[in-house]
Nanobody
Framework: VQLVESGGGLVQPGGSLRLSCAAS????????MCWYRQAPGKERELVAG????????DYADSVKGRFTISRDNAKNTVSLQMNSLKPEDTAVYYC???????WGQGTQVTVSS
């Protein structure tokens, strides 16, 4: 199983970023996928999750209305569109497959002026 994130970077408050996770080594369309984040000195927290068929996603209260999770089962990718970014969104963002507890290496998102 391999999960590879991309798309992180430095963005000003109010800006947008799109993270992507390329999955391989398993039947991607059969599994729920999630995005987590971990800020310095804080525990890793669930940001968003999406079912295998891409049904109604779930979000942390702190990102509702600003972030959108989506998946493309034909391309084995899961994405996180992040809008209206705030300094408190600064963290390393991880792609996660709950079944098997598989993690990507993470991608840094920094929101700062």
């Amino acid at each position: 199983v391999q999960l590879v994130e991309s798309g992180g970077g430095l963005v000003q408050p109010g800006g947008s970023l799109r993270l992507s996770c390329a999955a391989s080594g398993f039947t991607f369309r059969s599994y729920r996928m999630c995005w987590y984040r971990q800020a310095p000195g804080k525990e890793r927290e669930l940001v968003a999750g999406i079912s295998s068929a891409g049904g109604i996603p779930d979000y942390a209260d702190s990102v509702k209305g600003r972030f959108t999770i989506s998946r493309d089962n034909a391309k084995n990718t899961v994405s996180l569109q992040m809008n209206s970014l705030k300094p408190e969104d600064t963290a390393v963002y991880y792609c996660h497959r709950p079944t098997g507890n598989n993690w990507g290496q993470g991608t840094q998102v920094t929101v700062s002026s």
